[in-house]
């Protein structure tokens, strides 16, 4: 079973995308910010990482930043959640080493559509 590390700050969001990522087969687990997702992945490394950008603690640049550069880790595939709103961390986001993105609200169909697009379905 493929894993994923879904990390948001809102509970409303991490629920709809564990409903979502369930029944793609991927099996989930949660962070709330960026210092306990990277806590997550020292523990283990997921196959997915599906990261939001505003967060209390340590946003999703900074995780992003520092997760890119831990070495000697294997390195997981990071999706970078953003909104309508916030187009312009796209391209911030894709040189800091996010392979996708996804622009929230997401459903089912579009999930599907980036982790097609990522390899991991
Ligand atoms: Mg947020």
């Known amino acids: 079973m493929k894993t994923c ?13 564990r409903r979502i990522l369930e029944e793609l ?45 831990r070495e000697g880790i294997a390195q997981p595939v990071i999706v970078f959640c953003t909104t309508e709103n916030d187009m312009s ?9 996010a392979n996708e993105y996804i622009m929230k609200p997401f459903d089912r169909e ?3 559509a980036k982790l097609s697009q990522v390899g991991l379905l």
Not at 5 to 17: H, Q
């Open 110 to 112: 579009i999930m599907e």
């Open 25 to 69: 087969a991927f099996e989930i687990t949660e962070a709330e910010d960026g210092r306990q997702a990277l806590a997550a992945c020292d523990a283990s490394v997921p196959d997915l990482v599906l990261l939001d950008w505003n967060m209390p603690v340590m946003d999703g640049l900074e995780f992003l930043k520092a997760l890119r550069a």
């Open 5 to 17: 590390l879904v990390v948001d700050d809102s509970k409303v969001i991490r629920t709809v995308a």
């Open 89 to 97: 961390h796209i391209r911030v986001a894709m040189e800091a080493g």
